[in-house]
């Protein structure tokens, strides 16, 4: 029966809905990384000749790293927690139409917070590592 089921038009036109919709998420998210690694980066290109300055006065590669992740978790954790009360506000809205999943799922929630926040890790860190690589001669000539 189940067989028979899964190949009905309702049960197809749902399924295509969902692999659209899953699409357009991952669109979102590569539109996330993208948007969030030109703001770092354009930051940092900017700060060349501060960072410069801080590894001539000792600064390790790993104040550099921690400088450049945190101005972009400063940058994530906003967005994330709109996004997780726009997302809670969504599924309440449409919460009689769900089947099989509550409102206020967790495990959902979690993922969906998750996600972006390592794609915000993973779009900050080159231009980490190029500011930690800055040569500070060069950042100091540079003007």
């Not at 009360?85 to 099989?100: E, P, Q």
């Not at 900050?124 to 590592?129: E, G, I, K, T, V």
Request: proline residues 3%.
């Amino acid at each position: 029966m189940s067989a028979t089921i899964d190949v009905t038009r309702t049960a197809l036109l749902h399924r295509f809905a969902a692999w659209l919709v899953g699409g357009f998420a991952a669109i979102a998210l590569v539109l996330c990384v993208v948007g969030l690694y030109g703001v770092v980066a354009y930051s940092v290109s900017q700060r060349t000749r501060e960072i410069g300055v801080r590894m001539a006065l000792g600064a390790q590669r790993s104040s550099v790293y921690k400088l450049v992740m945190r101005e972009a978790g400063r940058l994530t954790a906003p967005g994330l927690a709109f996004g997780l009360v726009c997302s809670l506000g969504a599924s309440i809205s449409i919460r009689k139409i769900l089947f099989g999943v509550q409102a206020w799922d967790a495990i959902t929630l979690a993922c969906v917070a998750v996600s972006p926040g390592l794609a915000s890790l993973v779009a900050s860190f080159l231009p980490a590592h190029h500011a930690a690589s800055v040569n500070p001669v060069d950042a100091l000539r540079s003007e």
